[in-house]
């Protein structure tokens, strides 16, 4: 389809992939009442980082929840704004803690059926074991990876295709989010202290006024 009505000369930044960091006013706190939550819910349920059927955490009335909640609809607001998405968008949230002990992580995956996903962290290990790993192990990092595989395949210094991944060390307090498609793996905790983060997907309630004007 031509854009016959982009005639401005110049460069055009095709195809983006926007990922947005946000640090919510008030984590220090909060945080503090996420943890001793998610350790009573952990204890009703050993496995509640992999149960995709436990109760979805966004549905409790919850002092720290309704504070997560908030931060999520504030932060989804912003990214819709710097995408250009200037009319109303309802969507609802979904989410699940995620509680990594030594050894543990999340292989590579997408999360599908959502528009937009994004992780909190809660809490991040402050020390790692001492081990004879390898010096380019990760622990504890979020890499996303290029939704076009491949780009990178000629990419010479300085051009913006040469790292096909984007990694992270989380701090808590940090909110990610990103496009629902992009894929993503969780790095091995190597400490003995857990790691706590919310997983959270941002679900379009459907409306006709979001299909695109297609000529
Ligand atoms: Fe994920």
Known sequence: MADQN???????????????????????????????????L???NKKLTTDYLAPDLFNMDHPAVNWL?????????????????DYPVNWTITGWPNVNRFGDYH???????????????VKMPATQETLQSRSDVRP????????RPGVNMLAIKNDPYVDPEHTVLPEA??????????NHFVHPNLSKETRISIS????????????????
Not at 69 to 82: D, F, G, M, P, Q
Not at 140 to 147: F, R, S
């Open 69 to 85: 909640r908030e931060s999520v609809n504030a932060t989804v607001i912003e990214y819709l704004s710097h995408l250009g998405i």
């Open 107 to 121: 292989d590579s995956h997408n999360h599908p059926w959502s528009y937009l996903s994004g992780t909190y962290y």
């Open 173 to 182: 307090g940090l909110m990610l989010l990103w496009p629902a498609f992009v």
């Open 42 to 44: 952990e204890r009703g």
């Open 6 to 40: 982009d005639t401005e000369l110049g460069v055009i930044d095709l195809w983006p992939t926007k990922i947005m960091r946000r640090c919510p006013d008030g984590y220090e706190t909060w945080n503090k009442d996420l943890i001793k939550l998610i350790r009573e």
């Open 200 to 215: 959270f997907n941002i679900v379009l309630q459907w409306s006709d006024d979001y299909l695109p004007e297609q000529g």
């Open 140 to 147: 504890g990092c979020i890499t996303l990876y290029d939704p």
